[in-house]
């Protein structure tokens, strides 16, 4: 048995979640402790949290990478922060509206538009930051990119119109989303945590039937993200099953007959 097998078991970290208790290792806050003194941090974190994290960290020592590692030519970098994260994420926690300004596809500009930001989803596809937000006028469910948007203000709400807005929302939101049964080979059971992290960016629910042993994630994913689980899928590849999901299914099987034939095992 692995001696740090505990450390990524599912059941272990899904109690310290339930918690509020989050581990991290000496390495690791030696790492967040150097990324801290970077300037970006300013911009990731409000004062008062950066402050809170550099006085937790205050006895970790900082991560030397000088004497260890170099830097050589690299292709062009896509930062996955972007610098209206935080500010979205305010607003959401905060339970308020906003007023949204952002360019469309032909450059024109549509400006101070009535909205509620609901989530913010990165798509590992065009890896891009994208806001899910209900359109107050026209009662809609739209999607725009990060890097569409040129002004974002924030405006009060009543709280039992944000309540209603946010039902009206979940019940667009169910009509968007996929969700499909992905059950783990049993002999792939050590081998959860990497197949839970494959699937890192959705929403899942996992079930585990003691009797079998047998582990089963409940995924959801917006409808547009089907390519990127269908790759994911290909990748894992047996070590886990579809058990529900007709088309998703239907793919991957087309996908196996695909290459069955292509390697003469199809006749």
């Not at 709280?159 to 939101?173: F, K, M, V």
């Not at 959705?202 to 790759?231: C, M, N, R, W």
Request: positive net charge; hydrophobic residues 40%.
């Amino acid at each position: 048995m692995n001696p740090f097998e505990k450390i990524f078991n599912y059941q272990v970290i899904s109690k310290l979640d339930d918690s509020g208790t989050f581990l991290a290792t000496a390495h690791e806050r030696s790492w967040l402790k150097t990324m801290l003194s970077e300037a970006a941090s300013q911009h990731a974190f409000t004062p008062e949290t950066l402050n809170k994290l550099l006085t937790m960290l205050e006895a970790d020592p900082v991560l030397r990478t000088d004497d260890r590692l170099s830097e050589k030519a690299r292709s062009k970098v896509v930062h996955v922060y972007h610098p209206l994260l935080r500010q979205l994420r305010r607003a959401i926690m905060n339970r308020s509206g906003i007023t949204l300004s952002f360019l469309t596809k032909d450059g024109s500009l549509n400006a101070r538009q009535s909205a509620v930001p609901y989530k913010l989803e990165y798509s590992m596809v065009k890896r891009e930051w994208y806001l899910l937000w209900f359109h107050l006028r026209r009662r809609k469910l739209l999607t725009t990119r990060l890097n569409k948007i040129v002004d974002i203000q924030e405006m009060d709400l009543p709280p039992s119109q944000y309540e209603q807005l946010q039902s009206s929302i979940r019940r667009l939101i169910d009509r968007r989303n996929m969700t499909v049964a992905i059950e783990v080979v049993q002999q792939y059971n050590e081998e959860l945590s990497r197949i839970l992290y494959a699937f890192s960016c959705f929403d899942k629910k996992v079930e585990y039937d003691a009797v079998a042993h047998v582990y089963t994630i409940q995924l959801t994913f917006p409808g547009e993200e089907q390519e990127y689980v269908l790759s994911k899928l290909r990748f894992l590849g047996k070590r886990v099953r579809l058990v529900d999901g007709d088309y998703l299914k239907s793919r991957m099987l087309n996908t196996a007959n695909m290459a069955l034939e292509r390697y003469g095992q199809l006749d």
